[in-house]
Structure formats: structure tokens, C-alpha cells
């Protein structure tokens, strides 16, 4: 079981930046495909981007340009940077990890283990 937990979140005004962490119980990071996603209430689960094993990256379209992700295997740490934020980016938000083949990793249902979220909120 992979246990997974977010960090870095809280509260920005419009135009900050937070970067977001996700790290994991020594889980080797270099073999899985990980993925950043965001919820609001009463709406699914938004898929945000993802990085894989060689460290390619994939984006939602909306979100390319202001998020970027990134990881460090050396210490099993995956990252989320959000720049010029806006309230509309007001949200919980996830990463979550796979370690098998993913055919679409933008989305919620291909990743089977997940972090508890840490909320962003933007004024």
C-alpha cells in the first residue's frame, strides 16, 4: 500500500505562486507515473498533469503555462508549481501514483493510490 501526502498548500493572493509537494513512505518514485489533480466541491476530480517514469511530462490543456510538475526520485518527491495564481484556482488538491502502464494519465480513475490533499486558496 502506498501512502501518499501533500503539502505546501494555504492561502495566496491572486498573482502568488505555492508550489505544491507530494512525497511518499520511501515508495521508489523513478518506477511509477504520478499525477496532480484538483477538486473543488460538488465537482469531479480535475486532472491537472502528470510526469512519468523518464520524467515526461503531460498537461491538461488548461493548465499548461501556470502549472508545472516536476519530481526528485533521489528523495521520492514529486512537485506541483502554481504561478499567477487566481481565485479560480481555489481547490484541494491531489497527487496520486500508479505503477502500471496508464493509457490516459490526466485521468482520476487509472491511479489506484492517493494522497489526502492539501487545500489552495486564492484572494
Known amino acids: 500500500h502506498v501512502q501518499l501526502v501533500e503539502s505546501g498548500g494555504g492561502s495566496v493572493q491572486a498573482g502568488g505562486s505555492l508550489r505544491l509537494s507530494c512525497s511518499s513512505g520511501?515508495?521508489?518514485?523513478?518506477?511509477?507515473?504520478m499525477g496532480w489533480f484538483r477538486q473543488v466541491p460538488k465537482k469531479e476530480r480535475e486532472g491537472i498533469g502528470a510526469i512519468d517514469e523518464s520524467g515526461t511530462t503531460t498537461y491538461t490543456e488548461s493548465m499548461k503555462g501556470r502549472f508545472t510538475i516536476s519530481k526528485d526520485n533521489a528523495v521520492n518527491t514529486l512537485y506541483l508549481q502554481i504561478d499567477s495564481l487566481k481565485p479560480e484556482d481555489t481547490a484541494r488538491y491531489y497527487c496520486?501514483?500508479?505503477?502500471?502502464?496508464?493509457?490516459?494519465?490526466?485521468?482520476?480513475?487509472?491511479?489506484?493510490?492517493w494522497g489526502q490533499g492539501t487545500q489552495v486558496t486564492v484572494s
Open positions: 496520486a501514483f500508479q505503477v502500471n502502464f496508464i493509457a490516459d494519465p490526466l485521468s482520476a480513475k487509472e491511479y489506484p493510490f
Open positions: 520511501g515508495y521508489n518514485f523513478a518506477s511509477a507515473c
